[in-house]
């Protein structure tokens, strides 16, 4: 019986670490390189119906979407009613991880 309760606990620690880990998996600080060097060029203006960087109106029912639908959108690319939005950005050299952190970088400047 103890054998099993250690390795219960023991599962209990690993996934609450493992949530926590998920939660901050993505860093808008390194984000904003990644922004400005790829995303800014139709999130800044506009282009194609994409939503500006700090727009609030425009972001905050995106934003109650969720950080990973966000991100599987950006990676994926996504057409909605208003825009398109290319696979990556249109860059499919960045890495999953950087797309993640410039659009964890937009969602701070538009919440």
Known sequence: MSR???AALCTLFVFSVGSAEAKAAYNAAAGKVVYDANCAACHKTGIMGAPKTGDKPAWAP???QGEALLVSH???GFK???GIMAPKGGNAKLTDLQVGNAT????QQSK
């Open 4 to 6: 099993f309760v250690s």
């Open 62 to 64: 995106r934003i109650a």
């Open 74 to 76: 950006s990676i994926k």
């Open 80 to 82: 909605g009613k208003k």
């Open 104 to 107: 964890a970088y937009m969602v």
